[in-house]
């Protein structure tokens, strides 16, 4: 008697879910590939599906923290910081559909083309660091860091060092570091920095209570370090050993990028921004933003993103930006989990005569968007896409180019989590100097891979081709 009890009324409480949940999906999911994929979950796993919902299905920072941060953003965009001057911004675009583009991110993140940078780019980790700790050592009026993953390893340490270093002289040190992807780092080696006067604050503080109210899986993805306001460093790498991921893929090759010029001035915003979000203070503006020189050719626009921006453009703004290629599109990444948008312009792309490579590692530290990846990656390439896939190591480069032009950098991801979910930052690039710099580092990544074969594409009745058909369907949740 008790069995048939349970047994019924877990049939009934099945039924309960999937018929309550229904219209909450249908009408609260604008994507209906998001809808029908949620869908899918909750009929075959009603509870465990509920609970997954509950956990990770609404794109929310939890009430609380979404209206601090939009009321802060009014005071922050009130505050007497200088405005971004142009001196600054860039001539005239040298073709309608290039206005487009930079009418287009200039709506997403409010920063006009500053032109007169300086752009040098890292593919080896250790070099990067080197060069990052000598300005570091170089520093007079103040460092600012924000990362994604801080390590305590040799790195972190290493870095950690030149902070105090440069707190010993006088020069204020802010440390911005993800509670999630820096938890290692906070449980001792933050506590040694603060102890030194560093000011160490976590970037979207994870709890359980917070769970109800509030993703724990939306992270600040940044990774910004400016010193004194006139160097920055940004792109995809983080300050910690890059062999760290070496369980699955291999170790990390990522690229950062050195800036100076004009430029500098509205990452430093991106960062004051943040820090404000997170510790409500205003640090005060002497030497935030000294006068800047013009120090190069290059122009540069700015692209931060993240779940309290207007996520659309920036994925209206891949799209275009793809449609713009006449010759050639090269993609860098790690997870490559397009959105039909993204998926229809390097189709179209393709099948009109571009040439379009993908260059992407075999495999990566997360099974399920490697699954998911191997079907997007199988479609563009029978349609004529090139897919080489990285031998050295996890490929964690986000870069793209369109022939000699235009070039985008940074720390998104081409995945739905970068597109709507994680605070990202990205650069556009539009000098074809740095873009054939940038250009030639994908070449040399394109050297170190293999082209992809037959056999690389899993077969439909095989284990392999299941799961791959499987994650697919839940790509729009990745």
Not at 240 to 249: K, L, S, V
Request: charged share 20%; aromatic share 10%; with cysteine.
């Amino acid at each position: 008697m008790d069995l048939l009890f349970w047994t019924k009324l877990l049939v009934v409480s099945e039924w309960a879910i999937r018929l309550v949940m229904l219209p909450v999906i249908v009408i609260r999911k604008e994507k209906p590939a998001t809808a029908l994929a949620w869908l899918a979950i909750i009929f075959f796993e009603p509870w465990i599906g509920l609970v997954l919902y509950l956990l990770l299905g609404e794109i929310r920072l939890g009430r609380r923290r979404l209206a601090l941060r939009r009321r802060r953003r009014g005071e922050f965009a009130s505050n007497e910081y200088p405005e971004i001057e142009p001196g600054a911004v860039s001539g005239q675009p040298t073709s309608d559909s290039e206005a487009m583009l930079l009418e287009l991110s200039q709506q997403l993140g409010s920063f006009p083309v500053a032109q007169g940078n300086a752009v040098q780019f890292f593919i080896d980790a250790d070099r990067a660091i080197e060069h990052l700790v000598a300005d570091i050592d170089q520093a007079q009026d103040h460092v600012h860091l924000l990362f994604y993953i801080y390590g305590d390893d040799w790195v972190g340490r290493q870095v950690g060092e030149a902070l105090i270093r440069a707190r010993q002289r006088g020069v204020i040190c802010r440390v911005l570091a993800d509670a999630i992807g820096s938890r290692k780092f906070f449980r001792r080696l933050a506590r040694w920095l603060q102890s030194e006067g560093v000011e160490v604050y976590p970037a979207l503080p994870a709890t359980l209570w917070r769970l109800p109210f509030a993703r724990l899986d939306i992270r600040n993805h940044r990774k910004l370090a400016i010193i004194d306001g006139r160097v920055a460093y940004t792109g995809s790498q983080n300050i910690i050993e890059p062999t760290y991921g070496h369980r699955r893929g291999g170790p990390w090759h990522d690229i950062m990028a050195r800036l100076t010029g004009p430029v500098v001035w509205q990452l430093q915003t991106v960062f004051l921004e943040d820090w404000f979000h997170e510790t409500g203070q205003l640090p005060e503006s002497t030497g935030l933003f000294p006068h800047q020189e013009t120090t190069g050719d290059v122009m540069i626009q700015v692209v931060p993103t993240g779940p309290d921006l207007p996520t659309k453009q920036f994925q209206d703004l891949v799209a275009r930006t793809l449609f713009m290629a006449q010759k050639r599109i090269v993609i860098t990444c790690p997870y490559f989990v397009p959105d039909e948008g993204m998926l229809l312009a390097l189709r179209v792309a393709a099948q009109g005569g571009v040439r379009v490579l993908l260059v992407v590692p075999r495999r990566t530290d997360h099974p399920m968007v490697d699954a998911a990846g191997m079907f997007y990656l199988e479609y563009l390439h029978r349609f004529g896409a090139e897919v080489f896939f990285y031998q050295p190591g996890l490929l964690h480069s986000k870069t793209l180019t369109i022939d000699d032009r235009l070039a985008m950098f940074g720390s998104a991801n081409y995945d739905i989590r970068s597109f709507e979910l994680n605070f990202e930052l990205n650069l556009l690039l539009h000098s074809s100097e740095a873009v054939g710099e940038l250009y030639r580092l994908q070449q040399y990544y394109c050297a170190q891979s293999r082209p992809a074969c037959a056999d690389d594409w899993p077969k439909l009745a095989s284990f392999q081709g299941l799961k791959v058909h499987f994650a697919k369907l839940l790509s729009p949740l990745l």
